[in-house]
């Protein structure tokens, strides 16, 4: 399976902050906002990461992970020149997809909690239809909206609605079988000129194809739109790591954990770092027990 970070967009509600940098490379706490949805894609287990960002902020990235080697894994780049909607991301990876499955991360999104990593793992195997993952939010009237029965089964999905029909928002991380880019050309703007996500997914679900998985309560989803939801994430971030003395998304731990790297590739990534409290941390799991 390939997986897609959308890093587009102007970022324009978390102005002045993204005037010159793009909010995907802000930080949360100690580290860019992007670390968070590359750490998720890698527990997965996918490895061949396409990201899609502005004209103005692709070299950035490339600075950032460079082609990925360095963490076992194989980054490539697309330019969105300007946001057109979510669906927009299968019909610029078109080639880097190449009729395979593909999960698609938003840029923006941070997902953490127990179980996680067996989560998406068992998603990753996907070669028929789309899963999205619901997670029970107080104000559903921002996100787009799953209506589900008793049974669990998704009836209706709906953007945005003024009166929606349950608390379960969808989330930015979406599974979807090698249908995905001939669906999304088959999509129509909507009244706000974008292709929509929801209306991708319906098509899906008129297949009778959208699975949903229902986040728990012992699962955090955190969007960071506005400065205070990426100031409360940094808050969140910074409390566990502080109670831990574990990182969250840390790509390096990751890959090494994961055994994309050696030791010895470990290493040297702890080496190219400057003295600093991450290369502490780097350096402490050389000694510690994983847990």
Known sequence: MKGIILAGGSGSRLAPLTNVVCKQLLPIYDKPLVYYPLSVLMLAGIREILIITTPRDKCAFEALFKDGAH????ISYQVQDKPRGIPEAF???ESFIDNKPVCLILGDNIFYGEGLPAYL???????TGACLFGYYVKDPERY????????????SIEEKPKNP??????TGLYFYDNQVVTLAKQLKPSKRGELEISD????YLKQNNLHLEIMGRGMAWLDTGTHESLHDASKFVEVIESRQGLKIACIEEIAYRLKYISKAQYLQLIEEYPQSQYRAYLESLLTREFV
């Open 200 to 203: 991708l997914n319906n098509e």
């Open 165 to 170: 029909k349950s608390n379960y928002a969808i």
């Open 71 to 74: 963490l076992g894994l194989k």
């Open 91 to 93: 019909i610029l990876g």
């Open 121 to 127: 793992k068992n998603l990753t195997s996907l070669q």
């Open 144 to 155: 787009g909206v799953a209506e589900i029965n008793d049974e669990g089964k998704v009836l």
